[in-house]
């Protein structure tokens, strides 16, 4: 096999389960590369996401905590939403630190890109890190959104981290990131 070969697979068949604005189920009957066929594989699709990790002038995490009911848990999260249509990841991640913490402003940084599963969702979580934000207004909550806004110093973050005490990956990924780069931040162009 070729190293750029992609190996993809043809799909044969796609059928729509579910669809919502925000989660989309479907069923795929697809041919591999060697011929073996897989009558029913299921993929969910979602619109785009976005996180920040967001740091105010003084060095504090902004960070929010919410009830996540999948597992049952209030946990610290960063602050992340969705991709709204016609609107670039670094709009929807602005606009979401603002309408959730009332923080804004300060030198943006696309972090990276991420995808909490490879396998079965088809969707990217664009990550980000601000630097310098400060208070610029209050929040403007979705009807579905219940999370109170936090300011945490980086060791009370290190040592959520060290401990386990933050559950989503697509929030871990970019605060591991930040960790290891964060003494080499005078390297990278930020945005304003």
């Not at 669809?19 to 009558?39: C, M, Y």
């Not at 299921?42 to 785009?48: A, Q, R, S």
């Not at 939403?81 to 309408?99: D, F, K, M, S």
Request: aromatic share 10%; hydrophobic share 35%.
């Amino acid at each position: 096999m070729e190293k750029n070969e992609d190996r993809k697979w043809e799909v044969l068949h796609r059928e729509y389960l579910y669809r919502e604005p925000w989660f989309t189920a479907r069923r795929d009957h697809v041919r591999l590369p060697n011929g073996q066929e897989i009558k029913d594989y299921y993929v969910l699709e979602y619109p785009d996401w976005v996180n920040t990790i967001a740091i105010t002038r003084s060095g504090e995490f902004v960070l929010v905590r919410q009830y996540r009911h999948g597992l049952g848990e209030t946990r610290y999260e960063l602050c992340a939403g969705v991709c709204e249509p016609n609107e670039t990841p670094l709009q929807a991640a602005q606009r979401e630190l603002l309408e959730e913490t009332g923080y804004g402003h300060g030198r943006w940084l696309p972090l990276m890109n991420i995808s909490g599963n490879t396998s079965t969702t088809n969707n990217l979580t664009h990550c980000f890190l601000a630097l310098d934000v400060e208070k610029v207004g209050n929040q403007h909550l979705d009807a579905s959104e219940d999370l109170s806004v936090h300011l945490l110093s980086e060791q009370e973050v290190w040592d959520l981290l060290q401990n386990d005490q933050l559950r989503q990956s697509l929030m871990v990924a970019p605060l591991w990131k930040y960790f290891v780069i964060k003494d080499h931040l005078n390297t990278f162009s930020f945005m304003p």
